[in-house]
């Protein structure tokens, strides 16, 4: 049984970096062909495909969100990370890591069902907040 689990600050000031990282369990991140991603939902608003790490250590991120996040990953622990800069409270949202076999989607902002993905955390609150 694979499960993930995120992990990270709660609270992040306007201007600065959120930071987050998901670990992995029950199963490696280098499996073929799998993604793991990013996923965020803010409140009343559907979930947004932030970014993912790919099977073979590949970053791929939102054209939305390009110039301000980062995803990586570190194989030798099992966990991929995620950094989004110059944050503002409408990054305010549930932040997900999931497992999935897609990537996204080509629009400039991604949303995407729950059911795309077969593996997902429990989700971690992020307020941006003063």
């Known amino acids: 049984q694979v499960q993930l689990r995120e992990s990270g600050p709660g609270l992040v000031k306007p201007s600065q970096t959120l930071s987050l990282t998901c670990t992995v369990s029950g199963g490696s991140i280098t499996t073929n062909y799998y993604y793991w991603n990013w996923i965020r939902q803010s409140p009343g608003k559907r979930l947004e495909w932030m970014g993912a790490?790919?099977?073979?250590?590949?970053?791929y991120i939102s054209p939305s969100l390009l110039s301000r996040t980062r995803i990586s990953g570190d194989t030798s622990k099992n966990q991929f990370s995620l950094q989004l800069s110059s944050v503002t409270p409408e990054d305010t949202a549930v932040y997900y890591c999931a497992r999935g076999t897609t990537l996204g989607c080509s629009d400039y902002v991604c949303y995407v069902q729950r059911n795309e993905y077969d593996y997902w955390g429990q989700g971690t609150q992020v307020t941006v907040s003063s």
């Open positions: 790490f790919s099977y073979d250590g590949l970053p």
